[in-house]
């Protein structure tokens, strides 16, 4: 390969870990906010958070990869916001200090869908 074709491999890789890096602290700002806002729902602290947005994103992720839906209450409607309660529901059994009722999932979904919504910047991955 040239020396340009390298140099385009690497900062197509570069860009991309920047992309998810950038996706998980604006996972991360944008759970905190919703557990702030919903009752019910609560995060212990700063760790439990980190793992929680990994965990949010690996699972959005895979969720787009398999059926090519997006967990977002405003990209995809009822559906979309179903999958987002869902996730965010299921989050917990992962994440140690992370708890959140069925009813605080539906209101945390669509806190969630709001604040993203407001969140500049493409979902792509």
């Given amino acids: 390969m040239s020396d340009t074709q390298v140099q385009t491999n690497e900062s197509n890789r570069t860009s991309t870990v920047w992309q998810i890096i950038g996706?998980?602290?604006?996972?991360?700002?944008?759970?905190?906010?919703?557990?702030?806002?919903?009752?019910?729902?609560?995060?212990?602290?700063?760790?439990?958070?980190?793992?929680?947005?990994?965990?949010?994103?690996?699972?959005?992720?895979?969720?787009?990869?398999?059926t090519g839906l997006h967990a977002s209450p405003f990209g995809k409607g009822f559906v979309g916001f179903a999958l987002a309660a869902i996730i965010l529901y299921v989050t917990q059994f992962f994440v140690a200090g992370y708890s959140i009722s069925w009813m605080a999932a539906i209101i945390g979904a669509l806190i969630y869908g709001v604040i993203d919504y407001f969140i500049p910047g493409t979902q792509k991955m």
Avoid at 42 to 51: C, F, H, P, Q, R
């Fill in 23 to 66: 996706r998980l602290v604006a996972a991360a700002v944008v759970l905190a906010i919703t557990a702030f806002f919903t009752p019910g729902f609560s995060i212990n602290n700063i760790w439990s958070l980190a793992i929680a947005a990994v965990v949010l994103t690996v699972l959005d992720y895979l969720i787009i990869k398999f």
